[in-house]
């Protein structure tokens, strides 16, 4: 678990299928959703109220969980429904909050806001009274994913973030960051940054920027630049050796995130820093994006927290 300011964030690292985000219109505003959806609970206090212009097409965050499995969640400290434990497709936080009305009733609130890698959000909600907490009333809502930033959008939040990016990785140089996985430097970084937002679980990591699927289908909404993230899966790199014929370079198997210090778009080559988990500590890497042969190459743009209103 990582701490964004007085929330937690929860994420576990495995290999899990996953839906990229698609592209749709640009937001009217920078970063900021602009529909609201009503509380599901009268008293319910949390983050902004938020009624719908709905974004066309399924999202992952439509599927009603099974929220009532298992024992009394809302009692433990910082945990989800069942349902939502242990996924590594998505990113959690909980918040609790206490009211006192007269005559002594004091109702205790707990929501949980959950994340998936499309970056559409169910919010849970448990509401109960503190002298009698089996009887919870539980509600759900959804919201779709939030539209992608502009290509104006995305060129400010680089100059807002992409040297802090570069300059926390490089203080990490040498060193386990975590429990040596990628995805731990990445994790690290971002709790860094004033408001950006944690990666929603082991594949999505901000904005789309550039997808790039074996070198046979690519996308891109931006130049890639420093202080992107690369999101590497079952990637295969295949390079001309000369007399030594060709060598083969794999990739992603489990998924591997780096943070890219440069982009040579002439060559085609990316220089990162990285946290590889045989090594276990920071170093320098390239990849040369022309030899990729087969597998998924995505580049992402971190995001604050008020691009899906958090």
């Known amino acids: 678990m990582t701490s964004f300011g007085n929330r937690t964030s929860a994420y576990y690292a495995h290999e899990e299928p996953h839906v990229f985000p698609s592209p749709s219109s640009p937001a009217p505003s920078p970063f900021r959703r602009t529909y609201t959806e009503r509380q599901s609970l009268d008293a319910a206090p949390g983050r902004g109220s938020l009624d ?8 992952l965050a439509m599927k009603e969980e099974n929220i009532l499995e298992g024992h ?9 429904p069942s349902a939502f434990k ?9 918040e609790d909050s206490t009211s006192t009305k007269r005559g002594g009733r004091t109702t205790i609130t707990r929501e949980v806001y959950v994340l998936y890698g499309d970056y559409s959000q169910t919010i849970i909600t448990a509401q109960y009274d503190r002298d009698d907490p089996s009887q919870a009333a539980l509600a759900q809502r959804h919201l779709p994913p939030p539209p992608p930033p502009s290509k104006n959008d995305l060129e400010l939040r680089h100059d807002q973030i992409g040297s802090q990016i570069i300059a926390i990785s490089q203080a990490k140089l040498g060193s386990c960051v975590g429990d040596g996985t990628s995805l731990a430097l990445i994790n690290e970084v971002f709790s860094k940054l004033d408001g950006c937002l944690p990666s929603a679980g082991v594949r999505s990591h901000g904005a789309l920027v550039y997808s790039n699927l074996g070198n046979s289908s690519t996308t891109q909404f931006d130049e890639i630049r ?8 079952s990637a295969v790199f295949q ?7 060709k060598s083969t370079t794999e990739v992603g198997k489990p998924d591997h995130v780096a943070v890219i210090q440069e982009w040579n778009g ?6 990162v820093l990285e946290q590889r988990r045989e090594h276990k500590k920071v170093a320098h890497n ?25």
């Open 266 to 271: 002439i060559k085609k080559k990316l220089k």
């Open 72 to 80: 009394q969640w809302w009692l433990e400290p910082v945990a989800p």
């Open 52 to 59: 719908v212009a709905r974004r066309d097409g399924p999202y």
């Open 226 to 233: 420093p202080g992107d993230v690369v999101a590497f899966r």
């Open 286 to 310: 390239s990849y040369k994006i022309g030899d990729l042969k087969s597998g998924e190459v995505h580049v992402f743009r971190p995001m604050p927290r008020s691009w899906v209103d958090w």
């Open 86 to 94: 242990n996924r590594p497709d998505l990113v959690f936080e909980v």
């Open 239 to 245: 390079i001309s050796g000369g007399l030594r014929g």
